[in-house]
């Protein structure tokens, strides 16, 4: 191996890389500029969509309740829906979404409330759909407060205290530490998209520096060259795999800018976008930072790795159309055991470890969450560094052989 | 100085089964001289200068370039060969001073020398107006003139030129043939395949007519022309290529 070679074309591809338009609008434009606008675009149009939502009070039909009239009342002069009597066509109506929900007040109701009885109230909504849900929470809303006003007046009549019916309360409380409860909730995410990143962004350098040159002649005319072929398959090697990281770190740094300003836009709106920012904002801050050192350590490897066999893959093809061919299937292969790795009860274990993918997507979620299972970690660094090793050994030895570089 | 020995490559095809691209090809170059390697197209001409150039290993035989055993010192063989095919292209991106020092820094050249040679061939092929042009922007005379000063930045004792001119104009290829001729006189070893008489009778010291990848007649145009009766090189060329397709 020379050091100087490796660094020679090391330095033309990288220079060749910047000039490339393709190059820079997936190293740069897309995770720098696009991704966030998406982001941002989905985010404003999903606030703006909540808050539209809100602001329309829905319109809920009632079947029945004449013989109530105090009730309907009551429910009348609730400020969050508008009441209107239930047509007979009412159940299309509520497919049709031109009604939100329909309550169905029992025959009754309020002298069985009145002689301690009991009767049922049925809300008739569209499963899924938000208004729909919003109708049916301020019903629910209506309808709980006034059992328990009934409830409250049911024991006092009776002299018995409010503890009579409720013996007593069930209270939940969070014991682990907010780095495991942000692990939780974003430790698969985080590796999920470093891995997923790392991957998309070897596929252009590695087709274009293989399958392309190949395609073009250019590969030949190198090939002239006294350099060794190994030489020239490294130089080729840490070009994608800085375009790779690359690709890596401007994602992350935009998403991170954009995550961070879309929460401050979102923060304070509509439950669901409040409740999304509020998740956000909770768990983001509390991943443990040294965790997330761990994160890109273990990332580094299996990018050698992606960048490896995208290379030897594209180095097979004869030309660029059929190195896509082989390469975007691959991406559902490398997510796939990432998103394994964000199942529920998917842990880590010393046999799992040495899956590929999987291994870094579980030992990530381990990491932000704070927790440093070493022998793991040990055996997951290891193995993934033989596999980018071999990756590197079968993409050196590809690049020897004749039949492969000569393939017309 | 180029020694070929009983040179023989041997692809295995899935399909076809086995293939002599190259059979049994012996010859020799001397320096100050240039041999026309003269075929048809499937000839075996491309794998004869690739075996040469080292870009692909005998089956059998052997050769000598400048000094260095294909097989054995490949590495050595590269840093003292130029090799110019129609099928040796350019990086599109990089400019053509780039380009003479990228190829200049791959021969080990240090930036010095990269600096003077630079100088010198732009000066000798005419490039000093387009030398910081972007090469995807060059016609392709540009582009021929550029590939030219490539080959030759480490200033290579022999020059292995795989149809130079293949889908040139007329222009273009006069200006390789002109670069040809000029090497010659400086006494390097060049070996040229063509599919072209005019260039051979216009070039060539010696000729080697090669078909079904064997080396059929060997000769000086003067020698040739005697041995089979004809002056017409191409009237040559087609009694011993087609002689060997009857037999």
């Not at chain 1, 942000?182 to 991957?199: A, M, V």
């Not at chain 2, 075996?44 to 054995?72: E, I, M, N, W, Y």
């Not at chain 2, 006069?174 to 090497?183: L, Y």
Request: aromatic share 6%.
């Amino acid at each position: 191996m020379n050091l100087r070679d490796t660094l020679t074309v090391y330095r033309k591809e990288l220079r060749d890389a910047l000039r490339d338009r393709r190059t820079l609008i997936s190293m740069f434009l897309m995770p720098a500029v696009i991704m966030p606008a998406i982001l941002l675009l989905f985010g404003t149009a999903t606030y703006h969509v909540v808050k539209k939502a809100h602001a329309q009070p829905p319109v809920i039909g009632v079947l029945g309740g004449v013989d109530s009239p105090a009730v309907k009342a009551a429910l009348n002069a609730q400020p969050g829906f508008v009441l209107v009597a239930a047509p007979d066509d009412w159940r299309e109506r509520i497919a049709d979404k031109r009604l939100r929900a329909v309550v169905e007040i029992p025959a009754n109701f309020e002298a069985s409330l009145a002689a301690s009885g009991s009767a049922e109230v049925k809300i008739f909504h569209y499963e899924g759909e938000l208004k729909s849900g919003f109708a049916v929470g301020e019903l629910r809303k209506f309808f709980t407060g006034l059992r328990e006003r009934t409830l409250a007046e049911r024991l006092k009549t009776r002299d018995l205290p409010a503890s009579f019916a409720r013996p007593f309360e069930i209270r939940t409380e969070n014991v682990a530490p907010p780095e495991k409860v942000g692990g939780n909730t974003f430790g698969g995410f985080i590796p999920y998209l470093l891995i997923l990143l790392s991957f998309t962004g070897v596929i252009y350098p590695a087709i274009d520096l293989m399958a392309g040159e190949k395609e073009r002649g250019t590969l030949e005319t190198l090939l002239c060259s006294p350099a060794s072929r190994l030489d020239i398959v490294l130089g080729k090697f840490l070009l994608v795999l800085t375009v790779s990281l690359t690709t890596v770190a401007c994602s992350l740094l935009s998403m991170t800018v954009s995550l961070l300003a879309g929460g401050l836009v979102m923060l304070g709106s509509g439950r669901m976008a409040a409740q999304l920012s509020g998740a956000a904002g909770a768990a983001l801050p509390s991943l443990d930072p040294l965790g997330l050192v761990g994160v890109v350590i273990l990332v580094l490897p299996l990018a050698v790795l992606f960048a490896a066999v995208a290379l030897m893959i594209s180095l097979f093809a004869r030309t660029q159309k059929e190195a896509q061919t082989y390469i975007a299937p691959l991406v559902a292969v490398v997510l796939l055991p990432a998103v394994a790795g964000m199942l529920p009860g998917v842990e880590l274990g010393s046999a799992l470890a040495l899956v590929p993918v999987l291994n870094v997507a579980l030992a990530c979620k381990e990491l932000v969450s704070g927790a440093w299972p070493w022998t793991q970690l040990a055996l997951i660094f290891g193995s993934t560094c033989f596999y980018a090793a071999a990756a590197l050994a079968g993409c050196v030895r590809m690049f020897s052989r004749e039949s492969v570089l000569f393939r017309t | 100085m180029i020694q070929a020995r009983n040179l023989t490559k041997v692809f295995r095809h899935k399909k076809r089964g086995e293939i002599r691209a190259v059979d049994n090809v012996s010859f020799a170059c001397e320096p100050g001289k240039i041999y026309g390697l003269l075929g048809a197209n499937g000839a075996g001409k491309t794998t004869t200068l690739r075996l040469l150039a080292t870009l692909l290993a005998p089956t059998g035989g052997d050769a000598v370039v400048a000094g260095f055993d294909v097989s054995t010192h490949p590495a050595h063989v590269r840093a003292r060969v130029g090799f110019l095919a129609a099928s040796t292209a350019l990086y599109g991106r990089l400019t053509a001073r780039e380009t003479i020092a990228y190829f200049g820094r791959l021969n080990g050249l240090d930036d010095e020398r990269i600096a003077s040679r630079t100088a010198q061939l732009s000066a000798e092929l005419g490039m000093e107006e387009f030398l910081d042009r972007r090469v995807d922007t060059f016609s392709t005379g540009m582009k021929q003139k550029t590939s030219i000063a490539r080959t030759l930045v480490h200033d290579p004792e022999v020059l292995i030129l795989d149809e130079p001119t293949l889908g040139l104009d007329v222009m273009a290829a006069r200006g390789i043939v002109r670069f040809v001729r000029e090497c010659r006189s400086r006494g390097k070893t060049v070996i040229y395949s063509t599919h072209i008489m005019s260039e051979v009778e216009k070039l060539c010291d010696r000729v080697g007519i090669i078909h079904g990848g064997k080396l059929l007649a060997e000769g000086t145009l003067g020698e040739l022309r005697e041995r089979h009766g004809e002056h017409d090189l191409e009237e040559i060329f087609v009694k011993v290529a087609g002689g060997e397709a009857i037999a």
